[in-house]
């Protein structure tokens, strides 16, 4: 049974940095993306990042230049690096794998993606 657990959430000043850990175990196939969501209560589930096995790496506008992905396949973990926190990134933040079939175009679609983590909450506030 494939499980992702993430890890790292929490309460952060506005200008703040943290960092979202995800592990990915129990799988046969390694994924070939790996990504992360975020929720805000009463919004949709919207895309923040993800990154391909081969390390190519993509951000939604939102949050480019400020937060970071990055991989560790040895340890079959993914980070999300997040800086210059604002109020408006609170929100679960979801961690997402795919089957290891998905197509680079498609990064940004929630349906992509076949396994998800529980979420880790993030608060930006003063």
């Known amino acids: 049974q494939v499980q992702l657990v993430e890890s790292g959430g929490g309460l952060v000043q506005p200008g703040g940095s943290l960092r979202l850990s995800c592990t990915i175990s129990?799988?046969?196939?390694?994924?070939?993306?790996m990504g992360w969501f975020r929720q805000a209560p009463g919004r949709e589930r919207e895309f923040v990042a993800c990154?391909?096995?081969?390390?190519?790496?993509s951000y939604a506008d939102s949050v480019k230049g400020r937060f970071t992905i990055s991989g560790d396949n040895a340890e079959n973990t993914v980070y999300l690096q997040m800086d210059t926190l604002k109020p408006e990134d609170t929100a679960d933040y979801y961690c997402?794998?795919?089957?290891?079939?998905?197509?680079?175009?498609?990064?940004?679609?929630?349906?992509?993606?076949?396994?998800w983590g529980q979420g880790t909450q993030v608060t930006v506030s003063s």
């Open positions: 997402a794998a795919d089957s290891g079939r998905s197509i680079w175009s498609a990064r940004y679609e929630a349906s992509t993606y076949r396994y």
């Open positions: 990154i391909r096995r081969d390390s190519a790496s």
């Open positions: 129990g799988h046969t196939v390694t994924p070939r993306l």
